[in-house]
């Protein structure tokens, strides 16, 4: 598969937002009119982020280098804009009071969650524990969700 015309379904479309768009649109008519099971189209699509994430991983540095024989900082290839930048990634571990603060952080986080619990737990009118308010029963929504292990 060295020629354009020999790739994959998968990257056998034009990237730009009008053609994204149009993939959208048609797979939500067919998917409507009932041509397509949607259950079907969860695993491929659930399937497909996989092999995206995945080929975009492993290639990464096949596409650094590819951009890099660019000499302007941002291109144009099929409709879309490609503008290089660096990414900084900053290691603090070796600073005591960043330690201090990211531990703070993260008991401040561990409170938060147990009070969001305890709040989930009120039923009607009840008394805070900790500061003797009356609260009262928190709203929630709800909505049907589901899991894809592959």
């Given amino acids: 598969m060295n020629k354009q015309n020999d790739l994959p379904v998968l990257l056998a479309f034009l990237p730009d937002k009008i053609h994204q768009q149009e993939i959208v649109d048609e797979v939500m008519i067919q998917l409507h009119d009932g041509n397509i099971n949607p259950i079907d189209v969860e695993l491929k699509l659930k399937a497909l982020v996989n092999i995206c994430k995945s080929i975009l991983d492993n290639a990464h540095e096949l596409i650094c280098n590819e951009i890099d024989k660019y000499t302007e900082k941002t291109i144009s290839i099929m409709g879309v804009e490609i503008t290089k930048r660096t990414i900084r990634e900053y290691d603090y571990e070796s600073d005591r009071v960043w330690r201090d603060l990211k531990a703070i952080e993260k008991n401040d986080a561990e409170k938060r969650k147990a009070r969001e619990k ?29 899991a894809v292990k592959f």
């Fill in 118 to 146: 305890f709040l989930q737990s009120v039923k009607g009118e009840g008394l805070d524990p900790e500061t003797g308010e009356i609260i009262n029963e928190i709203t929630h929504t709800e909505k049907p969700s589901w």
